[in-house]
C-alpha cells in the first residue's frame, strides 16, 4: 500500500533531483486523483440543498414517525435523483491519502534508534546496517527500493536539505536550536495557516446562506483548520511543505468549484442558496431553530416519538388481544369437596382432624359421659 506512493516520489526525485520539488509534484498527482470526488461531491450537496424545503416539509408532517419520514425521504432522493451519500465522498478518499502520505513522509527520514530505543546490542546492529561505525546510526528509508536515487541520497545520512533548510526538522525542534534558524521554519506554518484561512474564506464566501450552519458554527469551521496549522510546528518540514502545496492547488480547486456552480444566478449553487433561505425562513416562521445541534435533536425526537408510537400500538393490541380470549372459570367454592385430597390425610371423605383439633375436641365433652366410663 505504501511501496507504489513512495515509489512514485522517488520517481519524481530521479526527475528534478530536489525533495522540495518531488513533493510539490506527488501533491499535484494526490489532487488529480481527489478533484473529480470533490466536484461530484459539491454537486450532490447543492442538490440536496435545493430540495431542502421539501425536506422541512416532510419533517414537519412525519416529526412521530420516523420509519414514515425516511420512506417518505427516499422517494424524494429517487424522484430528483439524488444521493445523500455524495457528499461524503471526498471524507471517505482523503483520509485514507493523508494517513498514507504522512507515514511516506516520515518514512523517508526513519531512525530505527529513536524508535526502537537503544541498547549496547541494538546500538552495534543498527550500526552494522547502516554503515555507521561512530554514533547512532542515520536515516534508513522505509518502503522505497534499495536502489532509487532517493534512497541513496537520504540513507545513513542526517539531513534532508531543500533551499537551505533541513526537511527532516520540525519548526519545534529548529526553534528549540535557536531562534533565528527557527524563525524560518515558524514562518512555513505561519504561511500554511493563512493559506488554510484563504482556502475556508473561499468556501464561507459562497455559503453564507445554509440551513443547517448558524452564523457561530460558520465562523467555526472557518476558523478550525487555522488551529490545525498550528499544530505543524511539531510535524516535520516536509509534511508541512507537502500541505502547503496541496493547500494551494486546493485554493485553485475552489476558484474553479465557484465559477463552475456560482456562476450565474440560475446556477446550481444559487438555487441551492435561495432553496436554503426558504427553508430557513420556514424555520423561523415555526419557531424551530436552525443549527446543527437543533437538526440533530428534532432527528432525536423523532426517534423518540417513533419508540412511543409503537409502545402504545403494542399496548393497544395487547388490550385487544386480552379482549377477544374467553376469561377462565373461577369456581368460587371455598370448601374442598369430598373428592378433593386433604392437605393432611391425602385420601377421599372426610378430612383427618389435625392433633389440635382433636385436643379441643377432647376437652369440649361433656364431663357426665367421662364418669359412666368409670
Known amino acids: 500500500m505504501f511501496e507504489i506512493p513512495a515509489g512514485l516520489l522517488a520517481w519524481f526525485y530521479s526527475l528534478t533531483d530536489d525533495y522540495t520539488f518531488a513533493i510539490a509534484l506527488i501533491a499535484v498527482v494526490v489532487m488529480a486523483i481527489t478533484t473529480p470526488l470533490t466536484l461530484k461531491s459539491t454537486k450532490g450537496m447543492l442538490e440536496m440543498q435545493k430540495l431542502a424545503p421539501e425536506m422541512r416539509k416532510l419533517q414537519n408532517e412525519h416529526r412521530n414517525d420516523r420509519q414514515k419520514l425516511n420512506e417518505e425521504m427516499m422517494k424524494l432522493y429517487q424522484e430528483h435523483k439524488v444521493n445523500p451519500a455524495a457528499s461524503c465522498l471526498p471524507i471517505v478518499a482523503q483520509m485514507p491519502i493523508f494517513l498514507i502520505m504522512f507515514r511516506i513522509l516520515r518514512g523517508l527520514v526513519y531512525r530505527p534508534s529513536e524508535a526502537n530505543g537503544s541498547g549496547p546490542i541494538a546500538e552495534a546492529t543498527l550500526r552494522a546496517i547502516s554503515g555507521s561505525q561512530e554514533g547512532p546510526p542515520g536515516f534508513i528509508p522505509r518502503f522505497l527500493a534499495v536502489e532509487s536515487d532517493l534512497y541513496q541520497s537520504l540513507y545513513g545520512k542526517f539531513e534532508m536539505p531543500s533551499f537551505g533548510l533541513d526537511l527532516s526538522k520540525s519548526a519545534a525542534t529548529a526553534i528549540g536550536e535557536g531562534l533565528g534558524e527557527g524563525f524560518i521554519y515558524a514562518l512555513l506554518v505561519v504561511g500554511l495557516g493563512a493559506l488554510y484561512f484563504a482556502q475556508q474564506k473561499m ?172
Open 203 to 374: 468556501v464561507a464566501a459562497r455559503a453564507t446562506i445554509s440551513p443547517s450552519m448558524s452564523p457561530t458554527q460558520q465562523k467555526l469551521m472557518q476558523y478550525l483548520p487555522v488551529f490545525f496549522a498550528v499544530f505543524q510546528i511539531f510535524f516535520l518540514s516536509a509534511l508541512v511543505v507537502y500541505y502547503i502545496f496541496q493547500t494551494l492547488l486546493r485554493i485553485l480547486q475552489q476558484y474553479y468549484i465557484t465559477k463552475k456552480f456560482y456562476g450565474g444566478d440560475e446556477s446550481l449553487g444559487r438555487q441551492a442558496q435561495r432553496a436554503g433561505e426558504a427553508a430557513k425562513e420556514e424555520a423561523k416562521k415555526s419557531g424551530e431553530p436552525t443549527g446543527m445541534l437543533a437538526q440533530a435533536k428534532r432527528d432525536l425526537g423523532g426517534a423518540k416519538g417513533t419508540d412511543k408510537g409503537k409502545s402504545e400500538k403494542n399496548a393497544g393490541k395487547k388490550a385487544k388481544d386480552s379482549a377477544a380470549k374467553p376469561s377462565p372459570v373461577t369456581n368460587k367454592r371455598v370448601t374442598p369437596s369430598k373428592s378433593q385430597p386433604s392437605s393432611s390425610g391425602g385420601g377421599k371423605g372426610r378430612p383427618t382432624p389435625t392433633r389440635k383439633e382433636a385436643e379441643a375436641a377432647r376437652s369440649s365433652r361433656p364431663k357426665s359421659s367421662n364418669k359412666k366410663k368409670r
